[in-house]
């Protein structure tokens, strides 16, 4: 190690006060969060922290939330009693804090079987540390960490560290989610998402108080880079790579870690029989239809040794890891009752994080009763939202004595039953901060002019997209052989992490104002995936649908399955072909394969089904099945209204054709965006639509190349509007809204990359 123990304690105690932090603020934070640990453990032990306020640094914003996210999912959906959570945020979150804090309340109060939930938000970066083995060490940045100026040492928590901590704990049950990265790009904007990962300090060495805490809990740490704590107890879930980038967003009202937000909402989601690499794929698919490859691709660094032979255990990825779910499904819960009982306040962080964004007034929520599954007859109207709480309108509760008649609780969980989708919304294109005022100028005269878009700056408000100059795209890490030819001079839209969307490159040289207009098709299409985006519900629907994404050639299996999660029978096995195991990241399918959606419905009714995509070329297509073309009065074949008929117990395969019907993936390598959507009706609007785009192809098949996105997508909302409306609340019926009942649609979202 270098120092020795004695030597390291010797020179560690004047460590913080030569960082300039206040005793009074160490004292304050410390007393707060040592009050949380004099209630005794209850199986359930978790220490969050979330840091925005950096002395000397640049602000994050979301890493508050990201607690916030965490704790009420732990409270409200999986028991933990809140006396056994410890928080620490902004200036509670020092290196000693949070340290004692590890060892005072999950070391010492955790013992076997207990389940504990370590979760850090905030900067990391990394260590030159010539004492070590290999030289680089990755870190957590507390609240006190230094800037690593002026050859000042960095106070910083070192991975080793939390690897030593992690290894201490006396229970196999372990989970650490660390909303951080280390990877510095010389920026703390990456488009319209903020970096979280802090320039590291080349020629700097960890504190003495650090090393002399490290020595206390391990004479002998393993020093390891990139990230491999071996032998670990638990689960490490990573926001990123090694090399790659954590980010936070911004939306309308609140700021959270992009990966924080993805993982709990798929843990508000999950059942028992759901994994927790499960989980965690689709998480890492949120975070790329928002981030964009290869900027962030969220990490399982480490899964539980399996159990020995002959104790009957499922292995390890097979659960998620000492969870128990206390509460079933939800999209949220009830945190407090206002208005003598007629208002709930709700927490809905297990919405998608774009319906949480766009909710809507009149959009409803059932309280589910504590301990049941069954829904109360009681209903919860939106009023208003702020950030991931909203005030609801209790309904069905006697006026004159509303707290004797109201049944609605604090803790008590929240599932959607309706949801409200403005029909008005606009597309929200960031400007790039690399552009020349004078170019920002342009662009945002030039966009105004075409209708339901609009601009902001990058970093200052939520956008959807990114626009700039198409060379400053985030490129590095993809193969040379997929970087696409980059006109100088040309400009481009982008995801919000500056990942290129291929095809709206333009000439070099290219003006402003040409390039918008040039913009107009790609910008109809972003807009109508985004309103198809706001439907997505695979945790809230109750119709019966399971879809695998399977590919025949040139090997067939199933990629991915996806289901409806609510609906009230239970799903028969779909897999015609073996269900492939997948690590953590969105799918990868190679470029030429045949690949098809297969349905099954298994409820008590009729569905009907089609497929909008967003292909890896960044075009629109819809697939509708149409197996059996008829021939119309004046001779031209077409399919018919009732092709994408689903009766109970059938299975439909999209695209069709004789059985054998395939699509195939075909282009440039790029990210594939697929919402199979279900109704309880005909889809009579959108099939009017499509019907002047549809032609035989081959075999009969479906694949519609769309020329009028936002029309299709509008149609496509109207149906479900129009499926819905025997059920809705006479509340619900506005023309300035759709309004889409649970029990009348589904739609199941599908991401991923063609390579």
């Known amino acids: 190690m270098g120092l020795k123990r004695r030597e390291f304690l010797r020179r560690a105690g004047g460590i913080l006060a030569g960082l300039g932090i206040s005793e009074s603020i160490i004292w304050k934070s410390s007393q707060r969060y040592y009050q949380a640990l004099a209630a005794p453990a209850s199986g359930k032990l978790a220490l969050l922290v979330g840091i925005n306020a950096y002395p000397g640094l640049n602000a994050l914003s979301g890493c508050v939330t990201d607690v916030e996210l965490q704790r009420q999912l732990l409270v409200d959906r999986f028991g933990f009693n809140p006396r056994d959570i410890v928080t620490l945020t902004d ?319 604090i803790g008590q969980v929240v599932r959607e039953e309706v949801r409200t989708i403005a029909r008005n919304l606009n597309l929200t294109i960031a400007l790039d901060p690399g552009l020349q005022r004078i170019e920002r100028v342009d662009a945002t005269s030039a966009f105004a002019a075409i209708p339901r878009v609009s601009t902001v700056i990058a970093g200052e408000q939520p956008a959807d997209y990114l626009f700039g100059r198409a060379q400053e795209a985030m490129l590095a890490q993809l193969p040379s052989s997929a970087l696409p030819l980059i006109p100088p001079g040309s400009y481009a839209l982008f995801s919000l992490g500056k990942n290129l969307l291929l095809n709206t490159m333009g000439e070099q040289g290219e003006a402003i104002k040409s390039s918008a207009q040039r913009l107009v098709p790609q910008l109809q299409t972003l807009l109508a995936t985004k309103l198809l985006r706001l439907t997505a519900n695979e945790g809230s629907s109750r119709l019966g649908v399971r879809v695998n994404l399977e590919t025949l050639g040139p090997e067939a299996k199933a990629i991915v399955q996806s289901e409806t999660r609510r609906a009230p029978w239970e799903a028969p096995d779909l897999s015609a072909v073996p269900l492939a195991r997948n690590g953590n990241s969105p799918l990868g399918v190679p470029l030429g394969s045949r690949i098809r959606y297969r349905a099954f419905n298994y409820s008590d009714r009729p569905v009907y089904c089609l497929v909008f995509s967003l292909d890896n070329s960044g075009n629109a297509v819809v697939l509708y099945p149409s197996d059996d073309p008829i021939t119309s009065n004046n001779g031209q074949t077409q399919p018919s209204l009732e092709q994408n008929l689903l009766r109970p117990g059938e299975t439909l395969t999209i695209p069709t054709g004789s059985g054998t019907g395939s699509w195939v993936v075909h282009g440039q390598a790029g990210l594939t965006e697929t919402q199979v959507i279900f109704s309880s009706s005909p889809f009579a609007k959108t099939f009017s639509a499509l019907s002047g785009l549809m032609r035989p192809q081959g075999d009969a098949q479906p694949l519609i190349p769309v020329t009028n996105p936002l029309a299709i997508a509008q149609a496509i909302l109207q149906d479900l509007h129009t499926a819905s409306i025997a059920s809705l609340p006479n509340a619900n019926s506005s023309p300035d809204r759709w309004a889409l009942h649970v029990d009348h649609w589904a739609t199941l979202s599908f991401i991923y990359r063609a390579i």
């Open 91 to 409: 200036g509670q979150a020092t290196r000693t804090n949070i340290e004692e804090a590890f060892v005072n309340h999950l070391g010492q109060q955790a013992t076997n079987g207990d389940l504990v939930v370590f979760h850090f938000s905030g900067y990391g970066r990394r260590i030159n540390w010539d004492q070590s083995t290999t030289g680089l060490q990755t870190s957590l940045m507390p609240v006190d960490g230094g800037t690593g100026s002026g050859g000042q040492p960095a106070n910083d928590i070192l991975e080793a560290t939390l690897w030593e901590l992690l290894r201490s704990l006396k229970t196999d049950r372990a989970i650490a989610v660390l909303d951080t990265s280390y990877s510095y790009p010389g920026t703390n904007l990456q488009g319209n998402l903020r970096i979280r990962s802090q320039q590291g300090v080349p020629t700097g060495n960890p504190s003495d108080a650090e090393l002399a805490f490290l020595e206390t809990i391990s004479p002998k740490p393993t020093l390891l880079f990139p990230r491999s704590p071996s032998s670990l107890k638990g689960v490490v879930l990573a926001a990123s790579g090694a090399n790659q980038l954590a980010t936070e967003g911004r939306w309308n009202g609140f700021s959270a870690g992009v990966f924080t937000y993805a993982i709990t909402q798929q843990l508000w989601l999950a059942t028992p029989a759901n994994t927790l690499q499960a989980s965690l794929q689709k998480a890492s698919c949120a975070v790329q239809q928002i981030a964009g490859f290869p900027l962030q691709q969220p990490q399982l660094l480490k899964t539980l040794e399996a159990p020995p032979s002959g104790e009957g255990n499922n292995p390890p990825d097979e659960t998620l890891p000492g969870f128990a779910f206390n509460q079933p499904s939800a999209e949220g819960a009830v945190t407090a009752i206002e208005d003598n009982g007629q208002t709930a306040v709700l927490w809905l962080g297990g919405l998608p994080i774009q319906a949480i964004d766009a909710l809507e007034v009149n959009s409803i929520f059932i309280p589910v009763p504590l301990g049941e599954t069954d829904a109360l007859s009681y209903r919860l109207q939106v009023r208003s939202r702020d950030g991931l709480t909203v005030k609801a309108q209790v309904l069905g509760v006697e006026k004159s004595n509303p707290l004797s008649s109201n049944p609605v609780k």
